[in-house]
């Protein structure tokens, strides 16, 4: 079966910003000038989906022979991709290849490779719903002046119910795909910040634009269910214990120190960059033996990348916090704690019973763990916090030493009251264990995992005293 190479363009991009990527290919022997191709679609037009755009897709896949009227395939695919086409390509195998069946072997994609993917999110997508990122990014043409693509900016955007929403249809299942057995992906980001005026819109742990984090496919989900709580032995409340879910993470992922979210591209079709030949080599691989020795090539890039830079390594956590009726729950806060070991999950973690050195590093780890805090702007029961794994635990370790016992990491979730009537659970939620430096035997979920997307979510009662059965007829 013969090959087409597609590559699909971020956004406020286009197909111009990849005409030496194309030049590179063909003359690397990857196709000639009609089977490498683009695939275009209008970023900023407003009242564009993720919906529109692959379902656009498909009907031109279909018109170039590359998949028949049903779906199936009739060439084999490699497709590369930049920035926000990682969520276009990956809902588009989603729809039209696993939705109502699993039809995975009759998709075309056969590799697939990502550049500076924006899997999960970047901090410049609620930016460039603002004025300034109308005026710099927005069109300027009658009948559409200053649209910037706001349906698309919205899945963009940091820990939006769109990437959440995807992943479970995509990642979080007993049948991955993305395999070296079945579409091989790799994945690759820059470890360099903008330099020059675009260095202003830089963020800690991005490649300028998206997050290095959030462009891995190595997420795992942890669930704590506290609707439901379980008496223990001594009857106190006991939560059910986190429900783990780990997600496929058989890709291959390497961090680039010399690029920026922008430079990959310069760099994958230049001859003889560290960027160039990964792509080429993961467009050259035939059997699952190939992909596994790209993979290992990749992830020893990648330590040697932070070696040389000595820049920290993050991890993202994305949260969402839920009723007993399985309903978002829009205001709530967050508080980290380091105390010392001990203390049960229902009890109050307070400054007022807490000590010195507990209200220190306390506040140390707060401050840390809170330093690159999003709250979703169309949900706001979805929200992402991002750190530096070196430093929190840097600061659990200090706390260790300084108190001469163990610590743990804990959190409390603080939900307001509806009315006096409509209350949620507060009095469960007081001390909820993130890390205890005892719990080291297998299968218990570890927190600390850098360049990875952890997702959580928590389900919480609430209650009312609205409600009443009894024998006696009331007047209310």
Known sequence: MSEITLIIHGWSDCSQSFKHLKSHLIKQG???????????????????????????????????????????????????????????????????????RNRIAECPVRRLIMLAPANFGSPLAHRGKSFLGALFKGRWKIGDFLEVGRKLLEGLELASPYQWQLAHKDLFFPEPYYTAGQIQTSIMVGLKDYEGLRGWINKPGTDGTVVIAGTSLDVVKLRLDFSKPRQAGSGQYCPCDWMVKQAVDDFAFGVMEKVDHGGIIEEAGKNDTQVSDFLLAALRTRGPGDFRRLKTRLAKATEESYARTGKPRFQQFFLHVIDDQGVSIPDYTLEFFIVKAGRGFSQVVSRQNMTRKELMYSRMAHAELASEFHTNSQDSSYRRLMFNVEKIKAVLTAAQQDMRTG????????????????????????????YDYRRTEPGQPSFFYPNTTTFMEIKIDRYNTYVKIGTEARKH
Do not use: C
């Open 30 to 100: 990857i196709g000639k000038v009609d089977t490498v191709l683009y695939a275009d679609y209008e970023s900023r037009e407003d009242n564009i989906t993720f919906d529109d755009v692959i379902d656009g897709l498909n009907d031109q896949m279909y018109k170039h022979g590359i998949i028949d009227h049903n779906g199936v395939k009739l060439r084999e695919l490699n497709v590369i991709i930049h920035s926000t086409g990682g969520l276009v390509i990956r809902h588009w195998i989603w729809r039209y290849y696993f939705k109502d």
């Open 407 to 434: 610590v743990v990491l804990s959190m409390r979730i603080y939900v307001p009251d509806i009315d006096k009537g409509i209350r949620y659970a507060n009095k469960n939620l007081q001390n909820i264990i993130l």
